[in-house]
């Protein structure tokens, strides 16, 4: 048997990979989306995925996506391949689905997902830089290489489709968009981001290009004494909640920088909206709070919240605050803004009030029997008081007037759908070991928000 040679090396991987040839040439039809109709575009995308489903397999080509630890190695990554070669056409028409009426929204969120992405793969492999804060796997030099290659791509796109835009407007929206996406794109997530990357960044920048100057300047005056109380305020009650242990520091510290961003909203109006959940889940984390330890289904650190669940249950609240006094669309954020701490409030009840007083819940995709405060699970007691909790949020910001009926009937089925979506992504993607519960509440709050939006901008809320 022969023996290996002691300064052998292992063949280093390729950096432009057939995959990534295979998403970043695919990228040159975007350029013809304005000579198409987006009835044209769409079957443009699905003959792409026809293609990647039975003509690719017939070549002789590796499609495999690889590490840096695997090239290192010697070995592929064991990741299916075909997952990001089907879902790439996949994004793309659902891109094109989701924003018809704004297929510069399609071309730039396109650009980001492929040249971004790709970008950010040959450089990170390219460069031995330093790992990232919150995932060690994600170099900084390929997470800045996605920022700067999706922005350009997406402004050269972008300007390409839609020339009317401003230039320097466009810049920054590109460049936002970029950033969220790299972010996205780095996090540690079983998830693959052909999906979530498109996904996050298309909703991102449909809403970025909403943003109007003159509606800031509309609000101005309103807004020199509001910043004063916004920090005075959530300072205060920030403080307070930290002394009485709701959250932790890190969780007093996030907190008060969303809160400042929700008050600036619409004021004291929009602030009640978070207090209100805020509230109503700390209350239902310190019920039975004995019984669900004594389980092992409790909260951690006694029930306070870390800068982790702030974000996951606010984030998404805040951003469509901001955007109540950045765009001329402010009664349909608004009812996005109570939807988002709606679906907050039914899904941090729910998930308490079922660990307390429900001893059997069952898993929503099966029904099959399962422990209480299993991920997935639901029970009559802990939907009865979700559902309750979701209620009172939505008729809080309707008596504050920040709603009418239409928009709370909006509210709160947007509110139940996000309550579902992070049941459904609880009890498969989560059980899996694929995403976080942070990452899963951010999801149902920012899909109920998502939803509102669209319901109010569809019904001229």
């Known amino acids: 048997m022969g023996e290996l040679k002691a300064d052998a090396q292992p063949a280093r991987t390729a950096l432009f990979t057939t995959r990534k040839t295979v998403h970043m040439s695919m990228l040159g039809f975007a350029f013809l989306l304005p000579f198409l109709t987006w009835v044209e575009a769409a079957g443009c995308a699905i003959l792409a995925l026809l293609f990647n489903l039975f003509v690719l397999p017939q070549l002789a080509t590796d499609l495999s996506k690889r590490s840096r630890a695997a090239a290192e190695a010697g070995r592929a990554a064991i990741e299916n391949h075909w997952t990001g070669i089907v879902l790439y056409p996949i994004a793309v028409l659902a891109l094109i689905l989701a924003f018809r009426s704004s297929m510069h929204v399609v071309a730039g969120v396109w650009a980001i997902m492929a040249l971004g992405d790709g970008m950010a793969g040959v450089v990170g492999e390219g460069l031995n830089g330093p790992g990232l804060p919150w995932n060690k796997a994600k170099t900084w030099p390929g997470f800045l290489a996605f920022v700067v290659a999706g922005t350009a791509g997406a402004y050269v796109l972008v300007r390409w489709i839609n020339d009317n835009l401003s230039p320097a407007r466009l810049f920054w929206v590109c460049l936002a968009t970029a950033l969220v996406g790299a972010v996205v794109e780095s996090l540690p997530v079983g998830l693959d981001d052909n999906a979530t990357v498109p996904l996050v960044c298309g909703a991102f920048m449909y809403c970025a290009f909403l943003v109007e100057p003159s509606a800031l300047d509309r609000n101005l005056p309103y807004l020199g004494r509001r910043v004063v109380l916004a920090v005075g305020i959530c300072l205060v009650f920030s403080l307070l909640a930290l002394a009485l242990k709701m959250v932790n520091v890190s969780g007093a510290m996030t907190g008060f920088i969303l809160a400042v961003a929700v008050y600036m909203g619409y004021g004291y109006k929009s602030f009640l909206i978070l207090l209100g ?156 070991g694929r995403i976080t519960n942070a990452i899963v509440n951010f999801a149902g709050t920012s899909a109920a928000g998502g939803i509102a939006l669209v319901l109010a901008l569809h019904f001229g809320i």
């Open 277 to 432: 959940f805020f509230l109503l889940g700390s209350l239902a984390t310190r019920l039975g709070y004995a019984k669900k330890a004594a389980r092992g289904v409790a909260e951690k650190r006694g029930g306070a919240r870390s800068w982790r669940e702030a974000l996951a249950n606010t984030l998404a609240g805040s951003f469509f605050a901001v955007l109540v006094i950045t765009t001329p669309q402010e009664a349909a954020f608004l009812v996005a803004m109570i939807a988002s701490f709606s679906e907050a409030a039914g899904d941090t009840v729910s998930s308490e009030i079922g660990q307390w007083l429900s001893d059997r819940a069952y898993l929503i995709t099966t029904l099959r029997p399962v422990a209480a405060g299993e991920n997935g699970a639901v029970s009559l007691s802990g939907t009865v008081a979700g559902l309750a909790a979701a209620s009172s949020i939505v008729g809080l910001g309707c008596s504050l007037g920040l709603c009418g009926g239409r928009g709370a009937a909006m509210a709160l089925a947007a509110a139940f759908a996000g309550n579902l979506l992070d049941s459904l992504l609880g009890a498969t993607f989560e059980r899996q």
